[in-house]
């Protein structure tokens, strides 16, 4: 028992020393104020520039196979809107004025978008299709994928990642422990910071999502629409996104709360 306490003290230790503090996002209305810790050596410029170089391969395949829709009237939407959305994230992160933003919608049945680090957005006709979104709708779901991108939340998984690295080879080497011992120190550490840090980060682009799109003038009430819209289609196989994005009660109890937060921004917005 003492060791397992005092490899759970030199893991936390080990990931505490290479990290630092820092604030991916500022002012917004919604209350997202959790302190954040990334690995020095894993800059936000070097995660960017990964993320970019995944991100061109999937594009030119896309091309390649004929599926990259650059000029449907979906397509059109998609840019519209995420122009919108890109013009206000500065509100909430001011240097991702400065990111090399790209969006580009591919023909696929998946029900699924996504934005990675420095702001590349992928939406999946599918979701759109099938789902019959609005724009607003669609607002809401680029909302909360640039979130996540906004607060580094790839990122910080990475550091995570990385420390679980680092601190597992560090106790092996200083306590001389076991296999065992060593899938203790997963354990402990996943269940102690990367679960609850996963529900945690879809919370938060929840949150800031929904005030990017109420800034952008697309109605927050959306959200709710969009997740119910989710639900409904996930009987049997649920929907590539709802695995990543589960729904739940408290999820939407928490997009209710915010909304009256945002609404003032909405309607500034439509003005």
Known sequence: MRRSVALSALT???LLSGCQSVNTTSGD???????????????TDEVNKMYAQS??????????KGVLDTTSANAKRVHAI???????????????AQWQWE???????????NCGPGGKIIVY????????LTDDEIAAVMGHEIAHALREHGREAMSKAYGVAM???????????????????????????????????????????LELAARA???????????????????????????????????????QAAIPKVMPLYQAAKK
Request: charged share 20%; no cysteine; proline share 5%.
């Open 82 to 96: 995420a122009d919108r959305l890109i013009a206000q994230a500065p509100k909430l992160r001011p240097d991702s």
């Open 103 to 113: 969006v580009n919608l591919i023909k696929s049945d998946d029900l699924n978008a």
């Open 167 to 209: 601190a597992k080879q560090g106790a092996g080497a200083l306590l001389g422990l076991g296999q065992d011992s060593l899938a203790l120190a997963d354990t402990v550490v996943n269940y102690s910071l990367t679960l609850p840090n996963s529900r945690g980060n879809e919370n938060e682009a929840d949150l800031l999502g």
């Open 125 to 132: 006709s599918g979701l759109i299709d099938t789902l019959k």
């Open 217 to 255: 003038g697309y109605n927050p009430n959306a959200a709710i629409t969009l997740w119910e819209k989710m639900s409904q289609n996930s009987g049997g196989s649920p929907p590539e996104f709802m695995s990543t994005h589960p729904a739940s009660a408290t999820r939407v109890a928490s997009l």
């Open 29 to 43: 209305a919604v209350g997202v104020e959790r302190k954040q810790y990334m690995f020095s050596m894993l800059s």
């Open 12 to 14: 936390a230790s080990l």
């Open 55 to 64: 991100y061109q391969e999937t594009v030119s395949e896309a091309s390649g």
